[in-house]
């Protein structure tokens, strides 16, 4: 009884394991067909860029706002921004009109929404558009951020 027992237990055992790393693949392939933001916690942002020494992308937005909303639904959902932006920075959006986003909108200087900006670990802006733009050029955006980067 105690051998079928413990064969019992390995082969469970050994069907956890191969599930998790089954979910672990399909959480990682499903995080890279959308960029992945922080929501509202700009702390959180500034803490993971410097444990992993990468830049922040902010989309700093406004829930009335029509291309914000088209920025979600379209370019943050390309297959490809998604996978650079995920690899090479921290992405967070920032409601600009509740939570911090009021008191970062004021620090920053905000005066259209979608504005996005790059910032490096430290919190300093590095580059920023304002408006809605398509997925290539939010690639191109943050290629000349990385550029800036490896300058500074």
Do not use: E, N, S, T
């Given at each position: 009884m105690m051998k079928y027992k413990k064969l019992?237990?390995?082969?469970?055992t050994s069907f956890l394991l191969i599930l998790s790393q089954a979910l672990v693949k399909a959480q990682e392939h499903a995080d890279n067909s959308k960029i992945v933001f922080i929501e509202d916690d700009w702390n959180e942002a500034l803490k993971q860029a410097a444990t992993q020494h990468k830049y922040i992308f902010v989309d700093a937005y406004a829930t009335w706002c029509g291309p914000c909303k088209m920025l979600k639904a379209t370019t943050f959902r390309d297959k490809k921004a998604a996978e650079f932006y995920n690899k090479n920075f921290i992405n967070i959006a920032i409601d600009m009109e509740k939570?911090?986003?009021?008191?970062?909108?004021?620090?920053?200087?905000?005066?259209?929404?979608?504005t996005l900006i790059i910032f490096n670990s430290k919190g300093n802006p590095v580059l920023g558009t304002?408006?809605?733009?398509?997925?290539?050029?939010?690639?191109?955006?943050g290629e000349a951020a990385l550029k800036k980067q490896a300058s500074d």
């Open positions: 019992l237990l390995g082969i469970v939570g911090v986003g009021p008191q970062l909108a004021a620090q920053w200087g905000m005066q259209a929404y979608p304002v408006g809605y733009i398509k997925a290539p050029d939010l690639i191109r955006f």
